[in-house]
């Protein structure tokens, strides 16, 4: 799909290209020596607006996440050439991207202000973050997701299972001993499951397979038995981290610390003040929503 003329893909899969090519975009959003288009003008995340547009044109119907998405990489267009220096440039941007419509004039006239005033980390930048740009994002693709999931190797495996008489002993003894605690891994583990199942059962059947297949389906079970082996020790890190963070009020030293850490390092890297500060079980989260309370 991102190799390929755009125009010869099939309809059904143009918006998975779409988003293909947006996301490429948008995970080199802050490196303005990349280039996607032959115009050098044109800054990653402006490429990326424009492979935005085309999706949204794929929607039967515009939602708000939609609408919080194009307006986010509107400011962070500007934002970024800001924060590089590139004053001009982010003049240059917002006139092509952002319009004298009724809906778009209130936000082109604060743009405007703020490069005029050359300030990169005026509240308006930092409340539209590009961290809030890439959580909206993750957000929308993880709805896409769920709505395109490809169920193949679900049905394969279990077709597979049921044969051999293992779904019982595999899957709804599990399912039923499983506590409250346990529905997020049951979600995620059955397929982890389902296919080593299947590639076992691959790697026995196909007697005459040739010896590189065979250690295809060899290494496919080693890989997915440690997929399940990390999946499991990952949900013990989470459930082990979540009862070590638990609210603790705010100590004035803790909020010396948050301000000198944002004097340094800036709004919005909150992982970078949280290595170098000196915070007792605390998170880059944490760290933000204390930051917005001050």
């Given at each position: 799909?991102?190799?390929?003329?755009?125009?010869?893909?099939?309809?059904?899969?143009?918006?998975?290209?779409?988003?293909?090519?947006?996301?490429?975009?948008?995970?080199?959003?802050?490196?303005?020596?990349?280039?996607?288009?032959?115009?050098?003008?044109?800054?990653?995340?402006?490429?990326?607006l424009?492979?935005?547009?085309?999706?949204?044109?794929?929607?039967?119907?515009?939602?708000?996440?939609?609408?919080?998405?194009?307006?986010?990489?509107?400011?962070?267009?500007?934002?970024?050439?800001?924060?590089?220096?590139?004053f001009?440039?982010?003049?240059?941007?917002?006139?092509?991207?952002?319009?004298?419509?009724?809906?778009?004039?209130?936000?082109?006239?604060?743009?405007?202000?703020?490069?005029?005033?050359?300030?990169p980390y005026?509240?308006?930048?930092?409340?539209?973050?590009?961290?809030?740009?890439?959580?909206?994002?993750?957000?929308?693709?993880?709805?896409?997701?769920?709505?395109?999931?490809?169920?193949?190797?679900?049905?394969?495996?279990?077709?597979?299972?049921?044969?051999?008489?293992?779904?019982?002993?595999?899957?709804?003894?599990?399912?039923?001993?499983?506590?409250?605690?346990?529905?997020?891994?049951?979600?995620?583990?059955?397929?982890?499951?389902?296919?080593?199942?299947?590639?076992?059962?691959?790697?026995q059947?196909?007697?005459?397979?040739?010896?590189?297949?065979?250690?295809?389906?060899?290494?496919?079970?080693?890989?997915?038995?440690?997929?399940?082996?990390?999946?499991?020790?990952?949900?013990?890190?989470?459930?082990?981290?979540?009862?070590?963070?638990?609210?603790?009020?705010?100590?004035?030293?803790?909020?010396?610390?948050?301000?000198s850490?944002?004097?340094?390092?800036?709004?919005?890297?909150?992982?970078?003040?949280?290595?170098?500060?000196?915070?007792?079980?605390?998170?880059?989260?944490?760290?933000?929503?204390?930051?917005?309370?001050?």
């Open positions: 799909a991102l190799t390929n003329d755009l125009s010869k893909i099939p309809p059904r899969q143009k918006k998975t290209a779409y988003l293909c090519h947006f996301l490429l975009r948008i995970a080199k959003g802050k490196n303005l020596e990349c280039h996607f288009e032959n115009d050098q003008r044109i800054s990653p995340l402006e490429s990326a424009s492979f935005w547009i085309l999706l949204e044109k794929e929607e039967i119907k515009l939602e708000k996440l939609h609408e919080d998405i194009h307006r986010l990489i509107q400011i962070q267009v500007v934002a970024v050439y800001m924060e590089n220096g590139y001009r440039e982010a003049s240059e941007v917002l006139e092509r991207l952002v319009t004298d419509s009724d809906s778009d004039k209130p936000l082109r006239v604060k743009l405007a202000t703020i490069i005029k005033n050359k300030d005026v509240p308006l930048l930092q409340s539209f973050s590009y961290d809030l740009l890439i959580s909206k994002i993750k957000s929308y693709v993880g709805c896409y997701v769920k709505e395109n999931e490809s169920n193949f190797l679900m049905q394969a495996a279990t077709k597979q299972i049921e044969f051999k008489g293992l779904e019982s002993t595999a899957l709804q003894n599990k399912t039923a001993n499983a506590s409250e605690d346990d529905k997020e891994n049951l979600e995620t583990k059955p397929r982890f499951v389902l296919s080593i199942f299947l590639l076992r059962d691959m790697g059947e196909t007697e005459t397979c040739t010896a590189w297949s065979h250690k295809w389906c060899l290494q496919g079970s080693v890989l997915g038995a440690y997929l399940i082996k990390q999946h499991e020790g990952h949900a013990c890190t989470l459930s082990k981290s979540s009862d070590d963070t638990k609210l603790e009020r705010w100590t004035y030293k803790e909020d010396l610390e948050l301000k850490g944002v004097r340094e390092f800036g709004v919005g890297n909150w992982a970078k003040i949280l290595i170098h500060g000196n915070f007792k079980n605390r998170t880059s989260v944490m760290l933000k929503d204390r930051w917005r309370t001050l």
